[in-house]
């Protein structure tokens, strides 16, 4: 089970909710300590498998750890809130309280969109505040109690368009529009043919989010465009970077 800070934060936010006293015979019964959910250890602490089995445990006892807390809205809002992080890191909260991956587990998998950001930070593109800042409102238009699906996915898309416009404009320092930013950047070699097709075929994909497949349902098909989109931006900014990878995504 590999997390994003962003679910790690939500688990915090949640157990928070609780008695020390409560939390402390939890962790412990997990072989972790209380200090892993000060925000500044977070990140750091978290990433053995203890967290799965910590996890598992919360899920399987809703009901009982929901009895603890008044007025019961506290716990929902916390709660629905990790449900939804976990479901952008792939994991799904089932009827039965238990927790399962949507798609098969992959070794050496990494939390794409934490990295995402930090390539993001490290780039010289000059939007990059902006980039960041539409991931944070895709994010949040998924996430939020009316969730605006076709809004996640707009955020998403437009990321991906600012990182591609804001290469072409700091070397050619010209305002171009999408498509002709991927003709310049085929035509200075930064992408080959078949990556400029494939990006323009995923653009024009989550471009039609609104127009779900048969058998998606409208928080399926948004968080598999966004996840699309997230993990291409990666791959974009990971060549920005100049970042030596033996991956490839098309």
């Known amino acids: 089970m590999i997390l994003n800070l962003r679910t790690k934060i939500s688990l915090s936010q949640l157990l928070d909710k609780f008695d020390y006293s409560q939390i402390n015979i939890l962790f412990e019964k997990h072989s972790l300590s209380c200090d ?54 792939g994991y799904k909260i089932n009827d039965n309280n238990t927790v399962s991956s949507i798609e098969p587990s992959v070794d050496g998998i990494i939390a794409m969109e934490d990295d995402l950001i930090a390539e993001i930070n490290q780039s010289s593109l000059s939007k990059k505040d902006e980039i960041i800042e539409l991931i944070k409102e895709s994010e949040k238009a998924f996430k939020n109690a009316t969730p605006d699906y076709n809004s996640c996915l707009s955020k998403s898309r437009i990321a991906i368009e600012t990182i591609v416009r804001s290469k072409v404009e700091n070397e050619t320092g010209t305002n171009e529009s999408w498509g002709r930013s991927l003709n310049i950047l085929k035509a200075n070699e930064f992408i080959t043919d078949n990556e400029e097709k494939a990006l323009s075929s995923i653009y024009r994909l989550v471009s ?41 995504l098309f």
Do not use: A
């Open 208 to 248: 039609d989010g609104s127009h779900k497949p048969l058998g998606f349902t409208d928080e399926e098909y948004s968080r598999y465009g966004r996840n699309l989109i997230m993990t291409t931006c990666y791959y974009i900014i990971k060549k920005q970077n100049g970042s030596n990878t033996t991956d490839e």
């Open 36 to 89: 892993c959910f000060n925000i500044t250890h977070i990140k750091d602490v978290l990433t053995t498998e203890n967290i799965i089995s910590l996890i598992q445990e919360i899920v399987s006892t809703k009901r009982e750890l929901r009895s603890r807390i008044s007025p019961k809205y506290i716990f929902e809002e916390r709660w629905d809130d990790f449900e939804k992080c976990l479901l952008l890191d």
